[in-house]
């Protein structure tokens, strides 16, 4: 059974740091591309940030780029997302997203919430 596990999600206050995990289960991990998404209120679901099966690559979203930072642990089957200077709309929730061929395996999480509030 595929499972995607994030945590890590809380209410922060602006500028503030908080760190988020996902821990993945019943697939190959170090086979698949791993990205956190977020989803406002409101609005669409977004990349946040993808990094290659490897890590070798990493790609970030322009909004959140310098300020946050992506890793994974192929022996524990697990993606990071590190955020730093976090600002109110940074706001929403966090999904972490599996994929691997394209979108021809293609897994979410369940997600957790980040909220940056004063």
């Known amino acids: 059974q595929v499972r995607l596990v994030e945590s890590g999600g809380g209410l922060v206050q602006p500028g503030g740091s908080l760190a988020l995990s996902c821990a993945a289960s019943?697939?190959?991990?170090?086979?698949?591309?791993m990205g956190w998404y977020r989803q406002a209120p409101g609005k669409e679901r977004e990349l946040v940030t993808e990094?290659?099966?490897?890590?070798?690559?990493?790609k970030y979203a322009d909004s959140v780029k310098d300020r946050f930072t992506a890793s994974r642990d192929n022996t524990k089957n697990t993606v990071y997302l590190q955020m730093n200077s976090l600002k109110p709309e940074d706001t929403a929730v966090y999904y972490c997203?599996?994929?691997?061929?394209?979108?021809?395996?293609?897994?979410w999480g369940q997600g957790t919430q980040v909220t940056v509030s004063s």
């Open positions: 019943g697939f190959t991990f170090s086979r698949f591309t």
């Open positions: 990094i290659t099966a490897a890590g070798g690559s990493t």
């Open positions: 997203r599996a994929r691997w061929l394209g979108v021809v395996y293609d897994y």
